[in-house]
């Protein structure tokens, strides 16, 4: 995936940093593992721009690999995008 097409899928900073850390060998968690405080308030918020972000990349061609979480849920979720 190069910068320009990386740039395009993400819509705004939240998006660009969930991108790179699937695009890590190390993966990203689900947003509800992730807010804490007061942004959990918002965690519908999150979770809608997570989804649509997931499926930017999957219409672009690329397959996320989701592992799920330590009681086979969505909380633990780890994304990693597959080449």
């Known amino acids: 995936m190069d910068n320009n097409t990386f740039h395009k899928l ?3 900073s939240w998006q ?3 991108l790179k850390a699937m ?3 190390a993966g990203c968690h689900s947003p509800a593992y992730l ?3 007061k942004a959990k308030l918002y965690l519908n ?3 809608n721009s997570f989804q649509s972000i997931l499926q930017r990349v999957r219409n ?3 397959k996320i690999n989701v592992t ?3 009681r086979g849920g969505e909380y633990g979720s780890i994304y990693r995008i597959n080449f």
């Open 10 to 12: 993400a819509r705004g």
């Open 68 to 70: 799920p979480g330590p």
């Open 35 to 37: 807010l804490q405080g």
């Open 45 to 47: 918020r999150y979770n």
């Open 23 to 25: 695009l890590s060998t």
């Open 60 to 62: 672009a061609g690329y």
């Open 16 to 18: 660009r940093d969930m």
